[in-house]
């Protein structure tokens, strides 16, 4: 295909059931000109049926040689490296795309040509009760510290000192930017995206759309809902995206975005 917008990259791992969900939501997207890369991450090639199953010519799938075990960065950069869009997209295999999503993100960013990374709303979903309302009340949070992250550098401050108003799933970029950067730290065990993300909108900065772009599964199977608060590898994540940060930026700059972080927000 020539002139692609948007290349879609879903890395997978034992998830073809929800895999089709989320394949299907992106093959049905309209007004963009669209290629779908899965990136198997498992051992065996275990999701090459459901992804060819669909028969759409623009889907690609490539199985990796080594399992990244549990470290998706490594799937997602596999799968920019062969991408040919203009905007990448980074989907989790277990969620699903609003309609419209694409054709949206895509226009924020072609009104804004510095900008390198646009993200919308989250809408949760799941069938715990308890941690669905848990979520919306996160994202309805993150949806109002959003509109008021506008100014530049104001979002990668927030993302390296307090918790993430995104997840990878809700988030466009623009390939340049993202080559521009680096592409996602696989040494960072967990919240990798976020880094990602916080990096860009400090090179390009960012649009918000103030609109529902992803649902987002919420409970088994996702890998964060797995991680508690606290947890071993988010401390050591995030330890290892503010030293970057510091070292990117300055001591100064880096103690003055982490006091602005904790005392406005």
Not at 22 to 36: K, N
Not at 236 to 250: C, D, H, L
Request: contains cysteine; aromatic residues 8%.
């Amino acid at each position: 295909m020539d002139n692609i917008d948007i290349s879609i990259i879903i890395p997978t791992c034992h998830r073809e059931t929800q895999l089709v969900e989320a394949m299907t939501s992106v093959l049905s997207q309209r007004d963009v000109v669209l290629e779908l890369i899965v990136v198997d991450d498992s051992a065996e090639g275990s999701a090459r049926d459901a992804a060819t199953s669909l028969r759409d010519p623009r889907v690609r799938y490539f199985a990796r040689s080594e399992p990244s075990n549990g470290r998706p960065a490594h799937a997602r950069n596999d799968g920019a490296a062969g991408a040919q869009g203009r905007y990448l997209y980074f989907l989790d295999d277990d969620d699903i795309l609003e309609q419209g999503t694409l054709a949206t993100l895509s226009a924020a960013l072609d009104a804004a040509p510095e900008a390198g990374l646009a993200f919308g709303v989250v809408t949760p979903f799941g069938a715990n009760e308890g941690l669905l309302r848990h979520n919306q009340g996160y994202f309805a949070e993150a949806r109002r510290i959003a509109l008021e992250l506008k100014r530049p550098r104001r979002l990668s401050a927030y993302l390296t000192f307090k918790s993430t108003i995104l997840v990878c799933s809700a988030c466009m970029v623009r390939r340049a930017a993202f080559v521009a950067v680096g592409g996602f730290d696989a040494d960072i065990p967990v919240c990798e995206d976020t880094e990602l993300m916080a990096r860009i909108d400090q090179s390009t900065g960012h649009v918000f759309v103030d609109r529902p772009v992803v649902r987002y599964r919420t409970g088994a199977p996702s890998l964060m809902n797995a991680l508690a608060e606290g947890d071993e590898k988010l401390r050591v994540s995030y330890q290892r995206i503010q030293e970057k940060y510091k070292q990117a930026n300055g001591l100064m700059q880096f103690l003055a975005m982490k006091i602005w972080a904790r005392i406005i927000y």
